[in-house]
C-alpha cells in the first residue's frame, strides 16, 4: 500500500479517536462545563467533510464493489480490522447514545435558570440544573460522535482503497 493511503487514513483515525475519547469523557458528570464551545464539534465536523469527501473519491477511482471491500477488508492486519471495526462501533454508538431523554437544545437564562427543549410537550421548558449539566452532555456527545464516525469512516475507507490499489498492481505484476 503506498505511503499516501496510510497518511490519509491517519489524518482520519487519529482524530475521529480523539472525538471518540472526548465522547466517551462527556459521561463523566462534572467534567463537561456547561461553558463548553460548541464550536468545537462544528470544526470538527468541518474538516472532517473534505477528508471523507477524498476518502469516497479514492474509493470511486478504484472502482470497487461491495464484494472487493468486503475482501479488502480481510486482507488487512487482525489488528487494524479490530481496531477500525471498533472504532466505527464507538463512533456510531456515541452518535446514537446523544440524546438524554427527550430534552435536548440546553441554555442558561439568568442566574439558576435553565431551559431545555422538551420534544415530549414540544416546547421550551424549565429544568433543574442537574438536567441541564446531563442534556450539555449529551449534545456534545452526539455532536462528537457525529464528526468522530465522519473521520473513522474516511480513514477506513483510505485504508480500503490502498488495499484496493494494492491488490490490483499485483494483478498486474
Known amino acids: 500500500m503506498k505511503r499516501s493511503y496510510l497518511i490519509h487514513a491517519g489524518f482520519g483515525l487519529v482524530p475521529g479517536g480523539a472525538l471518540i475519547l472526548l ?15 460548541p464550536g468545537v464539534p462544528l470544526v470538527a465536523l468541518l474538516l472532517a467533510l473534505p477528508l471523507f469527501v477524498t476518502a469516497m473519491a479514492r474509493l470511486l477511482l478504484a472502482r470497487v464493489s461491495k464484494a472487493t471491500l468486503w475482501d479488502a477488508f480481510r486482507c488487512l492486519p487482525g489488528r487494524a480490522q479490530l481496531g477500525l471495526g471498533g472504532g466505527l462501533v464507538a463512533a456510531v454508538a456515541s452518535t446514537f447514545a446523544g440524546p438524554y431523554g427527550h430534552f435536548q437544545a440546553p441554555e442558561e437564562r439568568g442566574a439558576g435558570r435553565y431551559l431545555a427543549w422538551d420534544g415530549a410537550v414540544r416546547e421550551t421548558v424549565e429544568v433543574s440544573h442537574e438536567v441541564y449539566l446531563a442534556v450539555v452532555g449529551a449534545d456534545l456527545r452526539m455532536a462528537l460522535g457525529m464528526g468522530a464516525t465522519l473521520f473513522v469512516v474516511a480513514g477506513a475507507a483510505a485504508l480500503l482503497a490502498g488495499e484496493v490499489r494494492r491488490a490490483d498492481r499485483a494483478q498486474e505484476s
Open 23 to 37: 465522547a466517551a469523557l462527556t459521561w463523566i458528570p462534572g467534567l463537561v462545563p456547561p461553558q463548553w464551545n
